[in-house]
């Protein structure tokens, strides 16, 4: 057969091999070329249903001009791979061509993408107007009308890509880029923004690639989608390392990228870490100022940072930091919850830890930062003037950033963060941070809401960093709040020991008021195990230390546990005349919510003991409304309980069903074994 052609034809190819094949047509004259030059579409796509649903909506809505979107997401989120497999499925409709440029990440000129695209179009180089507003307007003219789709990869400004929407209400224009692209709404453009795949979509496109081994170790299969971080792009390679090793598990897997240290680098391609060049390119297109705080932020130890934090780091005005941190999650190396604070993606924070710049100063900065803000929080949420050994008093200069409740909730946000800055000053062998940090903020919270093995595991780091300061007054004040967790736990025996422990470092120490409050702790331990005298015995000793020291806060505590054991013995008279004083005395510290409560409580019992239920229901339904007023619900069992019987007492069975019912609910939400106890009261009468 010839290379010869005789005739008319209305579309001819001539070549020795068809790799990719372009049609030209004659289009008013001019002779256009109809590019096909998307990429492949990927294999074993998963996911993504809600971004092509809106991708399919705009491209039937239609318009005035040609569809513009914008696909964003972190390194390895799947941007490319959701374009092209979309995209595949709509080619139909784009029969006068696809052009595809992949910029790579570089920010370049509107002209050099306009020769590019001009030349897709069927312009030969020589004949590209060397002016860029004259090649704009031949773009315009070869689009003008046609069914023609333009993919840009890996933009790095999008907005500079705008000028090139095709000029018809049939083109489309997709922007991809690692750059959230919000702000361009106002142009008309459509923004979609890929997140990590959920667990689900995640074992579908492991199972895409390693079969059904991935199904029969369910456990282990969720787990690797969490180490993998969601990204599609670490699913993929770890499921073609799965299926290339048929005999192995995928606990195997796991265990391998387990080890934070060595993940990035075992997801590689060829030799190349994927994951890991990809970060880095999209760091290394960063402003300095950009790159020099990511760096930074591999510093900090905990999950989360708010802006002020980060401004303690950088050394920068708050608002500087604020806006630094905006700027890095617009190229999605950030995430941002709803409250303000940001953190890593799990595979960049392993990034960002592997480039952080070594700044122990910096370091330095942001515990001192949390050691101070956690004094004030602790001041605004517990009395200012109850036992502190942190020595923190000096540092506090200006006035309280908090009132009661933003403190409990600042305390609450960043418990993981104040554990994670602990831990890291107790690896420093910052001493003193470390004490700070546990009786303080740590403290503060644990005494509102109770989180055991983590408190107790930061007092064990105090209690070491104060061996190492040789602070005998901090080390005996931390082995004491440990006693408190341990009773708490109904560890009796534990907590007598360590009790003990206390009281002699406390004695050696020669610090009375710690001492007093070591005596007082042991006495709750005699009080829990219904020790009465003793307890009181170890009461009344601390009660007098703190009467000699001036501390009416301390006494009023101290006769509070008093009345308690006193009617844990049956001496329920004397315990009221104990518990009225101890209420009396803290009416001088109005802000203590919590032990008016208790004492309360206390008086309830006393008062039912003596059957004068209807003094006990006044006291009871005080601490009921003092506790609803406050965030902590679980102190609502106790009262409510006892309010019961007391309204049975009286003949209110409807109350006291009523009130029960609620302490079921708490003890319940709180997964308590009390529950089961309030359950069958409840039972009894019904």
Request: a negative charge.
């Amino acid at each position: 057969m010839g290379n010869e052609n005789r005739g008319d034809v209305d579309k001819l190819v001539q070549a020795g091999s068809v790799g990719q094949v372009h049609f030209h047509e004659h289009h008013h004259g001019a002779e256009v070329l109809r590019a096909e030059q998307l990429p492949p579409p990927p294999a074993g796509f998963v996911d993504r249903e809600p971004e092509r649903a809106r991708l399919d909506e705009a491209l039937e809505r239609g318009g005035e001009r040609a569809l513009c979107v914008t696909i964003s997401g972190g390194s390895g989120t799947g941007k490319t791979a959701l374009a092209l497999h979309w995209l595949h499925g709509v080619r139909d409709r784009f029969p006068d061509g696809q052009v595809y440029v992949d910029l790579r990440g570089k920010s370049v000129s509107t002209g050099g993408v306009l020769s590019h695209c001009l030349r897709g179009l069927g312009m030969r180089g020589a004949d590209i107007p060397s002016s860029e507003d004259e090649a704009l307007a031949e773009y315009r003219s070869r689009t003008s009308g046609r069914k023609v789709a333009f993919v840009f990869d890996d933009v790095a400004q999008p907005r500079e890509l705008l000028p090139l929407l095709p000029a018809s209400d049939a083109g489309l224009m997709v922007l991809i880029t690692h750059r959230q692209s919000r702000d361009l709404v106002v142009d008309g453009v459509l923004p979609l923004e890929l997140r990590r795949l959920d667990v689900d979509a995640g074992i579908d496109l492991l199972r895409a690639g390693a079969g059904e081994r991935v199904a029969a170790e369910a456990d282990a299969a969720r787990r690797l989608v969490e180490l993998c971080g969601g990204l599609p792009i670490a699913l993929r390679i770890t499921a073609g390392r799965l299926a290339k090793r048929p005999r192995w598990t995928v606990a195997r897997v796991v265990a391998e990228l387990d080890d934070d240290r060595q993940r990035l680098d075992r997801f590689t391609e060829g030799g190349v870490p994927v994951v890991s060049e990809a970060l880095d390119r999209a760091v290394g297109e960063l402003p300095e100022a950009q790159e020099s705080l990511y760096r930074l932020l591999g510093v900090i130890p905990g999950p989360a940072f708010a802006a002020d934090a980060v401004a303690a780091l950088a050394q920068l005005p708050v608002a500087d930091a604020e806006e630094l941190l905006y700027e890095l999650h617009e190229a999605n190396l950030l995430e941002c919850n709803d409250q303000d604070e940001f953190r890593f993606h799990d595979l960049v924070r392993l990034h960002a830890t592997r480039l952080r710049t070594p700044d122990a100063e910096a370091l330095r900065r942001l515990v001192d930062w949390y050691r101070v803000r956690g004094a004030y929080a602790d001041r605004a949420v517990l009395e200012p003037q109850r036992l502190r050994v942190g020595q923190d008093d000096e540092l506090l200069t200006a006035e309280n950033p908090f009132d009661h409740d933003a403190a409990l909730r600042w305390l609450e946000q960043e418990r993981v963060n104040l554990l994670a800055v602990l831990d890291a000053a107790h690896r420093q062998e910052w001493n003193r941070a470390v004490i700070s940090l546990c009786d303080g903020p740590l403290w503060a919270l644990h005494n509102q809401h109770k989180h055991y093995s983590d408190t107790l595991a930061a007092l064990g780091s105090g209690v070491e960093a104060a061996r190492r300061e040789q602070d005998r007054v901090a080390e005996a004040r931390l082995r004491t709040l440990r006693v408190q967790l341990l009773l708490e736990l109904r560890e009796f025996t534990d907590a007598d020991e360590a009790a003990a422990g206390a009281r002699a470092i406390a004695e050696e120490s020669g610090h009375r008021r710690v001492l007093g409050s070591a005596l007082e702790f042991h006495g709750k331990v005699h009080l829990e195990q219904r020790a009465w005298s003793e307890a009181i015995s170890l009461f009344e000793q601390a009660r007098a230390i703190n009467v000699e020291l001036g501390k009416p806060r301390a006494v009023a505590l101290q006769e509070y546990l008093i009345g308690r054991a006193l009617t844990g013995r049956g001496d329920a008279a004397e315990a009221v005349r104990w518990l009225t004083s101890a209420s009396e005395r803290l009416r001088e510290f109005p802000r203590d919510r919590r032990t008016p409560g208790r004492i309360n409580v206390a008086l309830g019992r006393a008062h039912q003991q003596l059957g004068d239920h209807e003094a006990a229901i006044v006291a009871l339904r005080t601490a009921v409304d003092g506790v609803r007023a406050r965030t902590a619900s679980f102190d609502l069992a106790e009262p409510l309980e006892l309010l019961a019987e007391s309204l049975l007492g009286t003949g209110d069975a409807d109350g006291a069903r009523r009130c029960l019912r609620e302490a079921l609910d708490v003890l319940d939400d709180a997964r308590n074994t009390g529950a089961q106890r309030v359950r069958d009261r409840l039972a009894e009468i019904e």
